[in-house]
Protein backbone atom coordinates (compact mmCIF):
# COMPACT_ATOMS: atom_id res chain seq x y z
CA UNK A 1 0.00 0.00 0.00
CA UNK A 2 1.52 3.18 -0.94
CA UNK A 3 1.69 6.50 1.60
CA UNK A 4 2.88 9.27 1.92
CA UNK A 5 4.40 10.73 4.87
CA UNK A 6 6.35 12.94 6.83
CA UNK A 7 10.40 12.86 6.13
CA UNK A 8 10.81 13.19 9.94
CA UNK A 9 11.19 17.03 10.79
CA UNK A 10 12.60 17.76 7.94
CA UNK A 11 9.86 20.02 6.38
CA UNK A 12 9.28 17.34 3.00
CA UNK A 13 6.82 14.46 1.98
CA UNK A 14 8.30 11.11 0.75
CA UNK A 15 6.32 8.26 -1.01
CA UNK A 16 6.53 4.65 0.59
CA UNK A 17 5.32 1.21 0.48
CA UNK A 18 4.70 -0.60 3.19
CA UNK A 19 4.72 -3.85 1.17
CA UNK A 20 8.57 -3.27 0.70
CA UNK A 21 10.58 -1.08 3.32
CA UNK A 22 10.18 2.05 4.86
CA UNK A 23 13.29 4.61 5.44
CA UNK A 24 14.71 4.87 8.83
CA UNK A 25 17.34 5.94 10.88
CA UNK A 26 20.03 4.91 8.85
CA UNK A 27 19.50 6.61 5.63
CA UNK A 28 18.89 10.15 8.22
CA UNK A 29 21.65 9.27 10.19
CA UNK A 30 23.85 9.24 7.12
CA UNK A 31 22.06 12.52 5.49
CA UNK A 32 23.35 14.33 8.15
CA UNK A 33 26.90 12.53 8.45
CA UNK A 34 27.89 14.29 5.20
CA UNK A 35 29.84 17.30 5.66
CA UNK A 36 28.32 19.49 1.89
CA UNK A 37 30.22 21.39 0.09
CA UNK A 38 29.00 24.67 -1.49
CA UNK A 39 27.75 23.40 -5.14
CA UNK A 40 29.08 19.76 -4.90
CA UNK A 41 27.93 17.29 -7.76
CA UNK A 42 26.51 14.63 -5.22
CA UNK A 43 26.12 11.19 -6.82
CA UNK A 44 23.95 8.85 -4.23
CA UNK A 45 24.27 4.99 -4.80
CA UNK A 46 21.38 2.55 -3.90
CA UNK A 47 19.00 5.72 -3.17
CA UNK A 48 15.94 3.64 -2.83
CA UNK A 49 13.25 5.93 -2.54
CA UNK A 50 15.71 8.70 -2.11
CA UNK A 51 15.16 9.83 1.75
CA UNK A 52 19.29 10.70 1.43
CA UNK A 53 19.03 13.19 -1.66
CA UNK A 54 15.75 15.25 -0.12
CA UNK A 55 17.42 15.07 3.15
CA UNK A 56 20.83 16.80 1.83
CA UNK A 57 18.50 19.24 -0.08
CA UNK A 58 17.56 20.66 3.12
CA UNK A 59 20.56 21.37 4.02
CA UNK A 60 22.16 23.05 1.15
CA UNK A 61 19.52 24.17 -1.66
CA UNK A 62 22.03 24.56 -4.27
CA UNK A 63 23.16 20.94 -4.73
CA UNK A 64 22.66 18.58 -7.99
CA UNK A 65 22.43 14.70 -7.04
CA UNK A 66 22.12 11.86 -9.47
CA UNK A 67 20.40 9.10 -7.34
CA UNK A 68 20.26 5.35 -8.55
CA UNK A 69 17.72 3.09 -8.14
CA UNK A 70 17.76 -0.43 -9.21
CA UNK A 71 14.36 -1.66 -8.51
CA UNK A 72 11.97 0.07 -10.98
CA UNK A 73 8.80 -0.31 -7.98
CA UNK A 74 11.03 1.64 -5.78
CA UNK A 75 12.39 4.19 -8.18
CA UNK A 76 8.86 5.08 -9.13
CA UNK A 77 8.20 5.85 -5.63
CA UNK A 78 11.08 8.36 -5.50
CA UNK A 79 10.39 10.05 -8.43
CA UNK A 80 6.83 10.76 -6.90
CA UNK A 81 8.65 11.86 -4.04
CA UNK A 82 10.82 14.30 -6.19
CA UNK A 83 7.77 15.74 -8.02
CA UNK A 84 5.90 15.96 -4.87
CA UNK A 85 8.80 17.75 -3.06
CA UNK A 86 9.33 19.88 -6.46
CA UNK A 87 13.14 18.90 -6.78
CA UNK A 88 12.87 17.90 -9.99
CA UNK A 89 16.22 20.73 -11.04
CA UNK A 90 18.02 19.38 -7.91
CA UNK A 91 17.60 15.03 -8.09
CA UNK A 92 18.32 13.26 -11.31
CA UNK A 93 16.87 10.30 -10.75
CA UNK A 94 18.46 7.11 -12.33
CA UNK A 95 16.84 3.39 -13.14
CA UNK A 96 19.92 1.12 -13.13
CA UNK A 97 22.37 -1.10 -12.23
CA UNK A 98 25.09 1.15 -10.56
CA UNK A 99 26.96 -1.87 -11.36
CA UNK A 100 26.81 -1.36 -15.31
CA UNK A 101 26.26 2.05 -15.27
CA UNK A 102 28.21 4.62 -17.37
CA UNK A 103 28.61 8.11 -15.44
CA UNK A 104 29.99 10.17 -17.69
CA UNK A 105 31.65 12.70 -14.72
CA UNK A 106 32.93 12.54 -11.80
CA UNK A 107 31.56 13.60 -7.91
CA UNK A 108 32.69 16.07 -5.20
CA UNK A 109 30.60 13.50 -2.85
CA UNK A 110 28.94 10.15 -3.19
CA UNK A 111 27.05 8.50 -0.54
CA UNK A 112 25.44 5.22 -0.29
CA UNK A 113 22.89 3.13 2.08
CA UNK A 114 23.92 -0.18 0.54
CA UNK A 115 22.42 -3.91 1.20
CA UNK A 116 24.03 -4.49 4.50
CA UNK A 117 23.42 -8.91 4.72
CA UNK A 118 26.18 -11.18 2.77
CA UNK A 119 23.74 -13.45 0.39
CA UNK A 120 25.39 -16.48 2.21
CA UNK A 121 25.12 -14.87 5.71
CA UNK A 122 23.03 -16.20 8.44
CA UNK A 123 20.37 -13.68 8.28
CA UNK A 124 17.02 -15.12 7.08
CA UNK A 125 16.42 -13.58 3.77
CA UNK A 126 13.30 -11.87 2.79
CA UNK A 127 10.88 -14.01 0.26
CA UNK A 128 9.66 -10.58 -0.93
CA UNK A 129 12.07 -9.65 -3.56
CA UNK A 130 12.52 -6.15 -3.00
CA UNK A 131 13.22 -5.99 0.07
CA UNK A 132 15.40 -9.29 -0.31
CA UNK A 133 17.48 -6.38 -2.77
CA UNK A 134 17.04 -3.96 -0.87
CA UNK A 135 18.88 -5.71 2.22
CA UNK A 136 21.03 -8.83 0.93
CA UNK A 137 24.37 -7.95 -1.54
CA UNK A 138 22.23 -10.09 -4.23
CA UNK A 139 23.16 -7.29 -6.96
CA UNK A 140 25.78 -5.66 -5.44
CA UNK A 141 28.50 -6.06 -2.83
CA UNK A 142 30.66 -4.15 -0.18
CA UNK A 143 33.54 -4.63 -2.42
CA UNK A 144 31.47 -3.05 -5.43
CA UNK A 145 30.55 0.05 -3.62
CA UNK A 146 33.40 0.95 -2.90
CA UNK A 147 35.12 0.30 -6.36
CA UNK A 148 32.54 2.35 -8.07
CA UNK A 149 32.83 5.03 -5.49
CA UNK A 150 36.40 5.02 -5.93
CA UNK A 151 36.58 5.43 -9.74
CA UNK A 152 33.92 7.81 -9.86
CA UNK A 153 35.10 10.94 -7.44
CA UNK A 154 36.82 13.57 -7.73
CA UNK A 155 40.32 13.67 -6.58
CA UNK A 156 40.53 13.91 -2.86
CA UNK A 157 36.18 13.52 -3.07
CA UNK A 158 34.83 12.07 -0.09
CA UNK A 159 32.51 8.89 0.53
CA UNK A 160 30.01 8.22 2.96
CA UNK A 161 29.05 5.20 4.02
CA UNK A 162 26.54 3.67 6.74
CA UNK A 163 26.73 0.43 7.62
CA UNK A 164 26.55 -2.58 10.66
CA UNK A 165 29.26 -2.85 13.11
CA UNK A 166 29.66 -6.42 12.02
CA UNK A 167 31.03 -5.85 8.67
CA UNK A 168 33.42 -3.12 9.99
CA UNK A 169 36.50 -5.40 9.04
CA UNK A 170 35.00 -5.90 5.04
CA UNK A 171 34.63 -2.16 4.94
CA UNK A 172 38.02 -0.78 6.27
CA UNK A 173 39.49 -3.66 3.97
CA UNK A 174 37.35 -2.37 0.68
CA UNK A 175 38.25 1.18 1.23
CA UNK A 176 41.70 0.65 1.56
CA UNK A 177 41.67 -1.50 -1.39
CA UNK A 178 40.28 1.13 -3.38
CA UNK A 179 42.40 3.84 -2.70
CA UNK A 180 39.92 5.54 -0.17
CA UNK A 181 41.45 6.80 2.54
CA UNK A 182 39.16 6.49 6.08
CA UNK A 183 38.81 9.96 7.96
CA UNK A 184 35.78 9.43 10.26
CA UNK A 185 34.11 6.20 11.80
CA UNK A 186 31.22 6.74 14.09
CA UNK A 187 29.66 4.37 16.12
CA UNK A 188 25.95 4.56 16.61
CA UNK A 189 24.06 3.23 19.82
CA UNK A 190 20.33 2.77 19.44
CA UNK A 191 19.62 1.88 23.48
CA UNK A 192 20.97 1.66 26.30
CA UNK A 193 23.24 -1.47 25.65
CA UNK A 194 27.05 -1.04 24.81
CA UNK A 195 26.63 -2.40 21.47
CA UNK A 196 26.56 -0.53 18.72
CA UNK A 197 23.78 -0.70 15.71
CA UNK A 198 24.92 1.38 13.21
CA UNK A 199 28.50 2.66 11.84
CA UNK A 200 29.13 5.52 9.64
CA UNK A 201 32.48 5.73 7.51
CA UNK A 202 33.61 8.97 5.72
CA UNK A 203 36.90 8.48 3.15
CA UNK A 204 38.38 10.69 1.01
CA UNK A 205 40.36 9.65 -2.54
CA UNK A 206 43.92 9.07 -2.67
CA UNK A 207 44.42 10.11 1.07
CA UNK A 208 46.27 8.41 3.56
CA UNK A 209 44.17 6.51 6.69
CA UNK A 210 43.96 9.48 9.49
CA UNK A 211 40.65 8.13 11.67
CA UNK A 212 38.81 9.70 14.30
CA UNK A 213 36.58 7.63 15.49
CA UNK A 214 33.09 8.95 17.27
CA UNK A 215 30.44 6.82 19.63
CA UNK A 216 26.94 8.88 20.25
CA UNK A 217 24.28 7.54 20.95
CA UNK A 218 20.00 8.19 19.40
CA UNK A 219 17.88 6.64 22.10
CA UNK A 220 16.03 9.98 23.31
CA UNK A 221 16.76 12.19 19.85
CA UNK A 222 13.82 14.60 19.33
CA UNK A 223 15.28 15.46 16.18
CA UNK A 224 18.33 14.57 13.92
CA UNK A 225 19.00 18.30 12.95
CA UNK A 226 22.62 19.06 13.59
CA UNK A 227 23.21 16.19 15.36
CA UNK A 228 27.05 16.23 13.62
CA UNK A 229 27.31 20.04 14.33
CA UNK A 230 30.03 19.32 17.16
CA UNK A 231 32.80 17.79 14.63
Given at each position: MIEL?????????????SDYFKFSIDSLLLGEFVE?????????????NCPVPLLLLTKEKLLHIDAVEVQEEVYNLAKKSIVYNKLDENINLINDDINKLVLNKKYDIITCNPPYFKVN??????????????????????DDIAR???????????????HRPERMVDIIN???????????????????????????????KNKKNDVKVYNINIKDLKSYKSIFDWR
Open positions: NDLFDYGLKIYQNIKKNANILDMCTGSNKMQNKNDIKKIARHEVLIKLIASSNLKETGDFYLVALNKYNLGIREICLVNTNDTHISKLVLFKAS
